[in-house]
């Protein structure tokens, strides 16, 4: 039975060395050799013995000591996500966890705490990361972690009871950021009569009025439309994303920047989308500036877009025939939106009143196309088939009620039960 330095019996196993460190000696079944832990601190030291006896009675194995979190995090991926997910949503699970990477990557896995974990989800908030973003990297890591207590690496997930309290604080006064996500009929009219004599004015009208999303309409081949039906085929999107791993799955020592066109993540967004006349006229439109730019190119046009081998109808493409990629249209938007400032700003000048400024970019056409579905009383399972959303509850998010809409809807149950058909309240005697 070991003792400390003043003579004082630790117990069996255990003993204090001369720099003042206790160590605890043990023997794992099937090793003549024995094990050893140390600590300056008997009672966790005590623990940490305990802690790896029970890891072998639980059949434990002891991979956990070979891998920081940083390097079980390749290997996870490796194992499990790689080839079995989007390559887009391979860069979503990296990039969640390279933001926590600086406060736990290092950490031993079989030395990572809960401490650790609330360490790394405070110090995301200290450096200013949004409460969406620490949410997804607090999940990816709960993943990680369960996935190494699945493998009987480590006998619980240090993430368990980690819970994220959600900011009551309102900084914006939530009618108006309600407002500013749709466009406003006179901002419709505004927007597209800049852009009536731009290259992409059929893109952005299109959008409006059918709701798909940039990369979705970007991805378009003329054979998705079917002019008879009145109807577009929905199910492929093109997006520009970052490789972290090789066809062997290994890291890559630099990341690289690839274009793809993909099938969309979720079966909701398979879909196929009725037009209205004006969105037909607008194809046709559109069709006649790629035959006029592909007369002017010859047979130089399309030699630089690597999709057109397997997409060779491409709706949407730049003049000498390149690749439009999505983030093109939002440049675009910025352009026209600012001469439209411009010009407002003057106009206000002279006026002597305050600009009338608005944002405007592609997604914003969506919300707004998802509004007018409902301000017309379409059914909510309705809509969501035509945008592709997974559930009614994701349509009344992008649902914006105009604040005209809402009072027009008032006015309709005034008349019904106006205050003449209201029994009068009875005076007490």
Known sequence: ???????????????????????????????????????????????????????????????????????WFDEWMKLYKIGRIKANTVRGYVDGFERGADFIGSVRL?????????????????????ESSVVHTLSIVKQLLQSAVDNQMIPMNPCKGIAIEKSEKVTVDPILEDESK???????????????N??????????????????????????????????????????????????????????????????????ASYRWIPMTEGVELAFHSWEKKQIADKEKSGSSWGKENPFLKDFPDLVFTTQPGGVFLPQYANAECSRIIS???????????????????????????????????????????????????????????????????????????AAKYDEGKVPAVPEKE
């Open 1 to 71: 039975m070991g003792k400390s330095l003043k003579g004082k019996e630790l117990g069996s196993g255990l003993s204090q060395r001369k720099d003042g460190r206790y160590q605890a000696k043990y023997y794992i079944p099937g090793s003549p050799k024995p094990k050893y832990l140390y600590d300056r601190n008997l009672a966790k030291l005590k623990k940490k013995r305990d802690l790896e006896k029970a890891k072998y009675i639980l059949g434990y194995n002891d991979k956990a000591k070979k891998y920081k979190v940083s390097e």
């Open 198 to 267: 731009t290259r992409y004015y059929e893109l952005f009208y299109i959008i409006l009025n059918t709701g798909m999303r940039i990369g979705e309409i970007t991805a378009l081949c003329w054979s998705d439309i079917d002019f008879e039906c009145h109807r577009i085929r929905v199910y492929k999107t093109l997006n520009r994303t970052t490789i972290y791993f090789d066809e062997g799955k290994n890291r890559l020592e630099k990341p690289e920047s690839v274009k793809q066109i993909t099938t969309p993540k979720k079966k």
């Open 182 to 196: 749709i466009l406003q009929p006179e901002e419709i009219k505004t927007f597209l009569d800049a852009a009536k």
């Open 110 to 130: 079989d030395c990572l705490t809960p401490s650790h974990i609330y360490n790394m989800v405070e110090g995301m908030q200290s450096d200013g990361y949004a």
């Open 339 to 413: 001469i439209i400032e411009k010009k407002e700003i003057e106009l206000a000048e002279k006026e002597n009143r305050e600009p009338r400024l608005y944002e405007v970019y592609p997604h914003k056409f969506r919300h707004t196309f998802v509004t007018k579905l409902n301000e017309s009383n379409m059914s909510p399972f309705t809509v969501s088939k035509i945008v592709g959303h997974t559930s009614v509850n994701m349509t009344n998010y992008y649902t914006h009620l105009e604040q005209d809409y809402v009072a027009d809807e008032f006015r309709k149950f």
